[in-house]
């Protein structure tokens, strides 16, 4: 890639740590530049009208270009790589697997990490409080989801890890911060096992 890459990020994300990860696979330089979303740093004027006008991270800025949403800027990075397969239901299967941890697990297992390490159970809300065990249980369903799955292949596409991987592993190998016990998932363990031995692995930061 010609253009220079450059992730704005809040390491704790593990949205960023997506992107962060598919760039070390694919030995790809990458510049970041950190914000502090619990300062709202990504709530600025000059971020909501020069980097997002959503107002969140992470961004990859790609030369002058901006793109928002950690799933589109992992498949910018991966395109035309063996992270996503050249097979046409295979790559649609790799969608499929990112479209589920943005709806299925995601939202849970990621928000709970949020609320109960960052923020403090104490320091909820009402609100909040009341959706933490609904929140717990949808995020174990997704866990027993892929447990289920990878009971029988090493990865989530085909016989290697892809973006799907990628986007699972960024919040499923940090969900004990969220109360989740990974031990009850012993081929999701087994699975995370494979994904830190990857040739480029970086850890989360």
């Not at 035309?80 to 239901?89: E, M, Q, V, Y």
């Not at 697997?97 to 949020?114: D, V």
């Not at 911060?177 to 830190?196: I, K, N, S, T």
């Amino acid at each position: 890639m010609a253009e220079s890459l450059v992730l704005h990020e809040d390491p704790r994300s593990g949205n960023c740590y997506k992107i962060k990860l598919t760039a070390a696979l694919l030995g790809l330089p990458l510049q970041t530049k950190q914000y502090d979303i619990m300062a709202g740093e990504t709530r600025t004027p000059d971020f909501l009208a020069n980097i997002n006008p959503n107002g969140r991270i992470p961004v990859l800025q790609i030369g002058q270009r901006f793109l928002p949403e950690s799933n589109a800027a992992c498949w910018y990075l991966a395109e035309g790589s063996a992270l996503i397969p050249h097979d046409r239901f295979a790559r649609a299967d790799v969608l499929r697997w990112m479209f589920f941890e943005q709806y299925n697990h995601e939202p849970n297992i990621a928000t709970l990490r949020f609320w109960l390490h960052f923020v403090g159970e104490a320091n909820l809300g009402e609100e909040r409080r009341s959706q933490l065990m609904a929140k717990r249980i949808a995020g174990e369903e997704a866990l027993r989801v892929m447990d289920d799955h990878l009971a029988a292949r090493g990865w989530f596409v085909g016989d290697e890890a892809s973006l799907a991987d990628i986007a699972l592993y960024a919040y499923t190998h940090v969900c004990e911060a969220g109360g989740f016990r990974l031990r009850d998932y012993p081929q999701v363990c087994a699975w995370l096992d494979r994904m830190a031995a990857l040739p480029g692995y970086v850890a989360m930061d």
